[in-house]
C-alpha cells in the first residue's frame, strides 16, 4: 500500500504540473507521513551523505568546461574544422552540424549544451545556405543528443554515481556507440539532402583546410587531454625512470582541468574570452547544476525510501520468476524507459528508476557498463520526443519555431537514434570491447 501511496503521489504532482524535484520529495512526503515516517535527522543525513560524494563534482565542473567553451571561440573552431573536413559533402553542411556535435560532446558531457552552443552557429548559416529550417533544426537537435554519449557525459557520471559502476569504464564504453550513432547521422544528413537535392559546396582550398585544422588544434587537445588523463598511459621504461602506467587523474579532477584548460584557451590562445564573460560562464552553468543537484537531492529521498519498502527486491523477484531472456528483458526494458522519456528527463529517470531496474538486470546477466550505455541511448531518444523532450525546447528556442514543428523535424532523423539503441541493446560488444581491452 505504501508503494501504491508513493508513486500515485508522484505521477499526481507530476500530472498536476509540479516540478519533478518537488514531486520527488512531496511523495516521499506524503507516503512517509501517512505509513511509516521516517526522522527527519535519518532523512537529512542520508541525502548528505549521498550528495556529498566526490564523483557528483564532475557535473559542475563539465558545464564550467562548456560555458568557457562557448565564449572562449573553442565551438567557432570547432565548426569551422567540421566544416572543412565535410562542409563540400552531399548535405556538407548538415553533415558539419552533426560532427560539430561530436566535437562538442566530446568535452562538454551535455545534450542540451551541445544544441545551443552548435545550433546558435549553424541554424542561421545552414538557413542562409538555402537548407529548409526543418531539416536543419531536425540535424541539430537530434545530433546534440550525442554529447550525452561520447564522453564525457553527464548521464553516465549519474549512472555510475547510482549503481557503483566505473565511470572510466562507462566513458570508453560510450565511444565506438558514439562513432556509430555519429556515423548514422551523417549518413542521415546526406540521405535526407539527396532527397531534397540541396546543392554542393565548392572544395576548400587546402590553405582554407590547413588554416581551420591548424586553428582547431588547442580545442582539440581539450578532449584528447581528458581521456589520457583519465586512461593514463602503459606501463614503459624510458632509460632509468621507470612509469608503473595507469591513470592520471580521475573522471572528476579531469572535469576540473577541462574547466581550466577551457579557460586558459578562451582567455590566453584565442583571446576571445573576457574577465566580465567569466562570472557570466559561471551563473550560466550555475543555473543548470542547480537544478541536476535538487533533483539528486529529492531522488536520493525517493530512492531511500523505494529501497526501504522493498521494491527493487520485489521487482528483481518477479522477473526472475518470469524466467525472460535477455532478449526480452531488454526488449522490455527499453520500452519501458521510452515510455518514461515521454514524460521525464535524463536526470530524473536515471535517478528514479534505475536503482530500480539495475537490481533485476544484474539477475538476469546484463552487464553493468552495457546496461548503462543502453540506458543513456533511450535517453537520447527521450531527448527528442515530446512532451519534455530538452531538446525540442532547447531547438525551439534557437530557431523560433514551435515545439511541436522542431519534433516533426526530428521524427526522419529518429531513424538514426533507433537503429543504434537496436546495435547497442543487441550487440553488446559495442559497448564492451573497449573497457575489456582497456582492463587486460
Given at each position: 500500500?505504501e508503494?501504491?501511496?508513493?508513486?500515485?503521489t508522484?505521477?499526481?504532482l507530476?500530472?498536476?504540473?509540479?516540478?519533478?524535484?518537488?514531486a520527488?520529495?512531496?511523495?516521499?512526503?506524503?507516503a512517509?507521513?501517512?505509513?511509516?515516517?521516517i526522522?527527519?535527522?535519518?532523512?537529512?543525513?542520508?541525502?548528505?551523505?549521498n550528495?556529498?560524494?566526490?564523483?557528483?563534482?564532475?557535473?559542475?565542473?563539465?558545464?564550467?568546461?562548456?560555458?568557457?567553451?562557448?565564449?572562449?571561440?573553442?565551438?567557432?573552431?570547432?565548426?569551422?574544422?567540421?566544416?572543412?573536413?565535410?562542409?563540400?559533402?552531399?548535405?556538407?553542411?548538415?553533415?558539419?552540424?552533426?560532427?560539430?556535435?561530436i566535437?562538442?560532446?566530446?568535452?562538454?558531457?551535455?545534450?542540451?549544451?551541445?544544441?545551443?552552443?552548435?545550433?546558435?552557429?549553424?541554424?542561421?548559416?545552414?538557413?542562409?545556405?538555402?537548407?529548409?529550417?526543418?531539416?536543419?533544426?531536425?540535424?541539430?537537435?537530434?545530433a546534440?543528443?550525442?554529447?550525452i554519449?561520447?564522453?564525457p557525459?553527464?548521464?553516465?557520471?549519474?549512472?555510475?554515481?547510482v549503481?557503483?559502476?566505473?565511470?572510466?569504464?562507462?566513458?570508453?564504453?560510450?565511444?565506438?556507440?558514439?562513432?556509430?550513432?555519429?556515423?548514422?547521422?551523417?549518413?542521415?544528413?546526406?540521405?535526407?539532402?539527396?532527397?531534397?537535392?540541396y546543392?554542393?559546396?565548392a572544395r576548400?582550398?587546402?590553405?582554407?583546410?590547413?588554416?581551420?585544422?591548424r586553428d582547431?588544434?588547442?580545442?582539440?587537445?581539450?578532449?584528447?587531454?581528458?581521456?589520457?588523463?583519465i586512461?593514463?598511459f602503459?606501463?614503459?621504461?624510458?632509460?632509468?625512470?621507470?612509469?608503473?602506467?595507469?591513470?592520471?587523474?580521475?573522471?572528476t579532477?579531469a572535469?576540473?582541468m577541462?574547466?581550466?584548460?577551457?579557460?586558459v584557451i578562451?582567455?590566453?590562445?584565442y583571446?576571445e574570452?573576457?574577465l566580465?564573460?567569466?562570472?557570466?560562464?559561471?551563473?550560466?552553468?550555475?543555473?543548470?547544476?542547480?537544478?541536476?543537484f535538487?533533483?539528486?537531492?529529492?531522488?536520493?529521498?525517493?530512492?531511500?525510501?523505494?529501497?526501504?519498502?522493498?521494491?527493487?527486491?520485489a521487482?528483481?523477484?518477479?522477473?526472475?520468476?518470469m524466467e525472460l531472456?535477455?532478449?526480452e528483458?531488454?526488449?522490455?526494458?527499453?520500452?519501458?524507459?521510452?515510455?518514461?522519456?515521454?514524460f521525464?528527463?535524463?536526470?530524473?529517470t536515471?535517478?528514479?528508476f534505475i536503482?530500480i531496474l539495475?537490481?533485476?538486470?544484474?539477475a538476469?546477466?546484463?552487464?553493468?557498463?552495457?546496461?548503462?550505455?543502453?540506458?543513456?541511448?533511450?535517453?537520447?531518444?527521450?531527448?527528442?520526443?515530446?512532451p519534455?523532450?530538452?531538446?525540442?525546447?532547447?531547438?525551439?528556442?534557437?530557431s523560433?519555431?514551435?515545439?511541436?514543428?522542431?519534433?516533426?523535424?526530428?521524427?526522419?532523423?529518429?531513424?538514426?537514434?533507433?537503429?543504434?539503441l537496436?546495435?547497442?541493446?543487441?550487440?553488446?560488444?559495442?559497448?564492451?570491447?573497449?573497457?575489456?581491452?582497456?582492463?587486460?
Amino acid at each position: 500500500m505504501e508503494a501504491f501511496v508513493l508513486f500515485a503521489t508522484f505521477f499526481a504532482l507530476i500530472i498536476i504540473g509540479a516540478p519533478i524535484a518537488v514531486a520527488l520529495g512531496g511523495s516521499v512526503v506524503v507516503a512517509s507521513s501517512l505509513f511509516s515516517p521516517i526522522p527527519l535527522a535519518v532523512l537529512g543525513q542520508k541525502v548528505y551523505a549521498n550528495l556529498s560524494h566526490f564523483t557528483l563534482m564532475a557535473v559542475p565542473f563539465f558545464f564550467f568546461a562548456a560555458a568557457f567553451m562557448e565564449s572562449g571561440g573553442l565551438v567557432k573552431r570547432l565548426v569551422g574544422l567540421a566544416n572543412a573536413l565535410v562542409g563540400h559533402m552531399r548535405g556538407g553542411l548538415g553533415m558539419t552540424s552533426v560532427l560539430a556535435c561530436i566535437f562538442f560532446a566530446s568535452i562538454s558531457g551535455s545534450s542540451p549544451a551541445t544544441v545551443a552552443a552548435i545550433g546558435n552557429m549553424m541554424y542561421p548559416a545552414l538557413v542562409k545556405e538555402g537548407y529548409s529550417p526543418k531539416y536543419s533544426i531536425g540535424a541539430l537537435a537530434t545530433a546534440g543528443s550525442i554529447g550525452i554519449l561520447i564522453p564525457p557525459s553527464i548521464p553516465l557520471v549519474l549512472y555510475g554515481f547510482v549503481t557503483e559502476t566505473s565511470i572510466p569504464d562507462l566513458f570508453i564504453a560510450g565511444i565506438v556507440p558514439g562513432i556509430v550513432y555519429g556515423a548514422a547521422m551523417m549518413l542521415a544528413a546526406r540521405v535526407l539532402a539527396r532527397k531534397e537535392k540541396y546543392a554542393l559546396r565548392a572544395r576548400v582550398s587546402r590553405a582554407e583546410r590547413f588554416h581551420s585544422v591548424r586553428d582547431s588544434v588547442p580545442a582539440l587537445t581539450l578532449p584528447l587531454f581528458i581521456l589520457v588523463g583519465i586512461y593514463g598511459f602503459p606501463e614503459f621504461d624510458v632509460g632509468t625512470l621507470h612509469f608503473a602506467g595507469g591513470a592520471i587523474f580521475t573522471p572528476t579532477e579531469a572535469a576540473v582541468m577541462a574547466s581550466a584548460l577551457a579557460l586558459v584557451i578562451g582567455f590566453f590562445l584565442y583571446r576571445e574570452l573576457r574577465l566580465r564573460d567569466i562570472p557570466r560562464a559561471f551563473v550560466h552553468a550555475s543555473a543548470r547544476v542547480g537544478m541536476i543537484f535538487w533533483i539528486a537531492a529529492n531522488a536520493v529521498m525517493f530512492g531511500f525510501f523505494i529501497t526501504k519498502l522493498g521494491v527493487p527486491k520485489a521487482i528483481t523477484e518477479a522477473i526472475v520468476a518470469m524466467e525472460l531472456s535477455r532478449v526480452e528483458f531488454l526488449l522490455i526494458i527499453n520500452l519501458f524507459l521510452i515510455v518514461v522519456g515521454f514524460f521525464l528527463e535524463g536526470v530524473p529517470t536515471i535517478l528514479i528508476f534505475i536503482p530500480i531496474l539495475f537490481p533485476a538486470a544484474q539477475a538476469v546477466g546484463i552487464d553493468p557498463v552495457h546496461f548503462g550505455i543502453i540506458t543513456v541511448v533511450n535517453i537520447e531518444l527521450g531527448l527528442v520526443t515530446p512532451p519534455v523532450g530538452l531538446n525540442l525546447f532547447v531547438g525551439s528556442a534557437v530557431s523560433g519555431m514551435p515545439v511541436v514543428s522542431v519534433f516533426r523535424a526530428t521524427i526522419p532523423w529518429m531513424v538514426a537514434t533507433i537503429f543504434t539503441l537496436l546495435l547497442v541493446t543487441y550487440v553488446p560488444e559495442l559497448s564492451l570491447f573497449l573497457p575489456r581491452l582497456m582492463n587486460l
